[in-house]
């Protein structure tokens, strides 16, 4: 297994480009998760996703975009990025109820907007 | 207002030594408390977790202590080993926040040979 897997794993932008992160899981899990961390910081949940077609805001929503639509993959969008969005983004799964605990994450996109 | 928060954001720990890392919690109302490890350049792993109800859990080589009276949580790691060089978070959630985890900033752990 391969576990969670995310695409790319950097990316430069430049102010008000869009673009979208791919996030694939092949556990077969049911919860999904956008994460980012900034330096010195913990992690901030953006979106996440309790199923397949299912979608909902985390602590930092704002200027993110996501969607389910097969329950292997998770992509989270911007649609005009912004200097603020410079961070490193994780995604995790988890199988689902009562596991929700032990997260599984995926390497992590390091993503600069300029 | 409701955060968790470690005490310290550096620790240097020699190796073989036990390594204690510490946490501050405000929301009483937390129904785990979990720890996750990050080494440079990945993700996080998850470590071990602990229930509201419950004073202290192990695992292998590691035990997770919660103290409610003072709000306090704190992760022991034994003999310590150079791999366990790592960044260490803390974070909680409860069912009525549909579990999402909130994490603390994190203290980094150098093992010193």
């Known amino acids: 297994n391969a576990g969670v897997t995310q695409t790319p794993k950097f990316r430069v932008l430049k102010t008000g480009q869009s673009m979208t992160l791919l996030c694939a899981q092949d556990m077969n899990h049911e919860y999904m998760y956008w994460y980012r961390q900034d330096p010195g910081m913990g992690l901030r949940l953006i979106h996440y996703s309790v199923g397949e077609g299912t979608t909902a805001k985390g602590e930092v929503p704002d200027g993110y975009n996501v969607s389910r639509l097969k329950k292997q993959n998770f992509l989270l969008g911007l649609e005009s990025a912004a200097p603020s969005q410079t961070s490193v983004y994780f995604c995790a799964s988890s199988v689902g109820q009562y596991t929700y605990n032990e997260q599984f994450f995926g390497p992590g996109t390091r993503l600069t907007v300029l | 207002g409701e955060s968790v928060g470690l005490h310290l954001p550096t620790l240097s720990v020699q190796e073989g030594d036990n390594s204690i890392i510490n946490c501050a919690y405000s929301?009483?109302?937390?129904?785990?408390f979990i720890w996750y490890k990050q080494e440079s350049g990945k993700g996080p792993q998850f470590i071990i977790d602990i229930r509201s109800n419950m004073d202290k859990r192990q695992g292998q080589r590691v035990t997770v202590l919660l103290n409610k009276t003072v709000k306090h949580l704190s992760l022991q790691i034994a003999a310590t080993q150079p791999g366990d060089s790592a960044v260490y978070f803390c974070?909680?959630?409860?069912?009525?926040?549909?579990?999402?985890?909130?994490f603390g900033a994190g203290t980094t752990v150098t093992v010193r040979a």
């Open positions: 974070a909680e959630n409860k069912e009525s926040n549909d579990y999402k985890l909130s």
């Open positions: 929301n009483s109302a937390s129904d785990y």
